[in-house]
């Protein structure tokens, strides 16, 4: 008896067939046997399959890459997760289709739709450089300028040390952000330093917030976690939508500039429960808690009406004074007369 195990023959087509089998032995002796087997060649079938499985994963690495460039520029992608969630589902589905070792054809399918939602990920939003502004501040100054914001003196030098060694940034960027039909802006603030020592150095970044960007802690988002120290706001580093034209206002409004100081940066253990704003910024910190005036068409005639009343009041004062005066030196001119006739009859 004879048999024929599952085989690959790609140069044959589908269908049933008949196949012989003969034998010889050393002797010359021969025998042949025959049977009918039914032929399903799933070689490029397969082959096809391993390909599609292989584009969506290659797919889902540019996908996983281009959510995590959205994070780091504060952009919302719960959306694009839920998408990513989806697909991840199709191509689970196609792997274990084809470890099954029968559904070649339907697991290239669910692999095709799982690399299209890939895809899709990529194209649904975009975000583009579409402003900048850099922070500078005079190194000779870096001493008054911990001073003024607010950390404890036995800080200062430590910090001092670590600013002038990692030389600190900070950069204002704002992103344009397309999705679908709407466009919206979002603003971050990018806070970097370079390590040139080899040794392994652990900071914590201490950031004093000028209440031109926010009057609430509760509205910054960061990639990083951070910690709220006082809600006024500092915040220490271990999503707001803007339109065109408020954008627009806060580069033009040179807004880095209302940083007290450079990123202050202490050593990871520091206690830094105490940093408080200093009475040298209670002034600035007055001011820039005032919110900027819009000049739009309300405003606009509220200031008009206030300035209408200010002048009718401011000339009915001058009015008041000008007839109060008038009647005043008229009486005193009638009793002077009346003085002169009573002494000459």
Known sequence: MWGMRRKEVPSIDNGRFMFIARV??????????SGVYNVQNTFFVRVSAENAIRAAEAEREKALEFIADLKKKNVGVSLLMAMLGSADSNLSYAKDLYDR????????????????????????????SYRNDVYIYNQEQLDLFLQASGIDSSITQESRALIQ???????????????GSSVFYRANVLISFTNADSNFVSVRIVEIIPKQFTNDANSIVSSHEFEVIQGDPIIAFSHVDLTKEQADALVSSNVLNYYVSPPILVSSATDISAV???????????IGSLPPIEWNTTNILIVAAGAAVFFFILFLLIVFVVFGGYFFFVKKKG???GSVFGRFP
């Open 335 to 337: 009793r002077d007369n």
């Open 276 to 286: 408080r704003l200093s009475s040298l910024l209670n002034l600035n910190s007055l």
């Open 165 to 179: 060694s990692l030389q600190p940034s900070r950069r204002l960027e704002i992103f344009q952000v397309t999705s």
């Open 24 to 33: 010889f032995d050393g002797a010359g002796n021969t025998h042949e046997d």
């Open 101 to 128: 070792g029968f559904y070649f054809e339907l697991s290239s399918e669910h692999a095709a739709k799982a690399r299209e939602s890939y895809s899709a990920i990529q194209g649904y939003v975009r975000a583009s």
